[in-house]
């Protein structure tokens, strides 16, 4: 079982940035895929970026290549999700998750607000 918990959300002024962070508790295998996704009223659950736990491994939206970053430090457990040059559209619940390789994202948590005033 994994215990994932969010948290650096807030208001922010458009072109401003931000940075998110998941940390991760329990039974975290070095297999683990990390994720960041986000969902704005009325629209669907949206993938942003993902990192492998042990190497570090990225993989990007194109919504989002060049402007966010995802990272992790294995020491804290946590993942990190930088954000830069954030838009309007970019205001959404963001949700950290957790997979195993070829395995549908499992675990996640209770998701942080990013609002981009215009």
């Known amino acids: 079982q994994v215990q994932l918990v969010e948290s650096g959300g807030g208001l922010v002024q458009a072109g401003g940035s931000l940075r998110l962070s998941c940390a991760a508790s329990?039974?975290?295998?070095?297999?683990?895929?990390m994720g960041w996704f986000r969902q704005a009223p009325g629209r669907e659950r949206e993938f942003l970026a993902s990192?492998?736990?042990?190497?570090?491994?990225?993989t990007y939206a194109d919504s989002v290549k060049g402007r966010f970053t995802i990272s992790r430090d294995i020491a804290k457990n946590t993942v990190y999700l930088q954000m830069s040059s954030l838009k309007a559209e970019d205001t959404a619940v963001y949700l950290c998750a957790a997979r195993l390789p070829i395995t549908s994202w499992r675990y996640w948590g209770q998701g942080t607000q990013v609002t981009v005033s215009s």
């Open positions: 990192i492998t736990w042990n190497g570090g491994s990225r």
């Open positions: 329990g039974r975290i295998l070095s297999t683990y895929i």
